[in-house]
């Protein structure tokens, strides 16, 4: 079974240009998250959704940011424009629905990640 | 505001030996907790877990202990081995009640074991 993939893999953009990541998520995971880590600092929470709707975008730090799942699928995540504090490796991590559950286990599998440089 | 953390940035062990990493947080509102494994150019990979009503979880060489009144829990590895040297991240949850399962990360503490 293929793992969360996301690609480019690596982004190199100059500051005021636009760049779009994208994440495949595990076939059948109906949440879908994208994580930020700047500069060797603590993995931070960025959007999560639930098939195609945002349940929370409390990390989203801009405006600059957009993120989109068409058809609850693939979900690509815009800069527009990017700064350089933009920098860093995005990660996308995927997990089955658990309908809710208290105490649910809930495991997320992480991509390998996009590192994307603001120059 | 820094709700998870690793005051550990590295750490060396020798092969054979335990290896014991830290994590405190600061919420109570977290019910879950987990541990990730990560190595150069790859995203974390999933370790082990445990719900806040437990206190051990043991998954072959990985123990996890939770203190909750201390809100502190650790990663205990017996038997250390090279191949177990990445950077662990410490991760939280306050699970469906807060409507999302994110994950509150730590800094990550480099795991160094010499063989």
């Known amino acids: 079974e293929a793992g969360v993939t996301q690609f480019p893999s690596h982004s190199v953009i100059e500051k005021g240009q636009t760049v779009t990541l994208r994440c495949d998520p595990i076939s059948g995971h109906d949440n879908l998250y994208w994580y930020r880590r700047v500069m060797g600092k603590e993995i931070k929470f960025l959007l999560h959704?639930?098939?195609?709707?945002?349940?929370?975008e409390s990390g989203m730090p801009n405006n600059r940011f957009l993120a989109e799942r068409t058809g609850g699928t693939y979900s690509t995540l815009k800069v527009q424009p990017a700064e350089l504090e933009d920098s860093g490796v995005y990660f996308c991590a995927s997990s089955p629905w658990t309908s809710g559950r208290p105490l649910a286990k809930n495991i997320q599998y992480f991509g390998a990640g996009t590192r994307l440089s603001v120059l | 505001d820094q709700q998870v953390k690793q005051n550990s940035p590295s750490l060396s062990v020798q092969e054979g030996r335990i290896s014991i990493l830290n994590c405190d947080y600061t919420n109570s509102m977290f019910d879950y907790f987990l541990w990730y494994k990560k190595y150069p150019a790859e995203g974390p990979t999933f370790l082990i877990s445990?719900?806040?009503?437990?206190d051990k979880n043991e998954d072959g060489r990985f123990t996890v202990f939770l203190n909750k009144s201390a809100k502190h829990l650790s990663l205990h590895i017996v038997p250390s081995q090279p191949g177990d040297s990445a950077v662990y991240f410490c991760?939280?949850?306050?699970?469906?009640?807060?409507?999302?399962?994110?994950?509150?990360f730590g800094t990550g503490t480099r795991l160094k074991v010499l063989a």
């Open positions: 959704f639930v098939k195609e709707s945002k349940q929370d």
């Open positions: 991760a939280a949850s306050k699970g469906w009640a807060s409507g999302t399962y994110k994950y509150i």
């Open positions: 445990i719900s806040s009503i437990k």
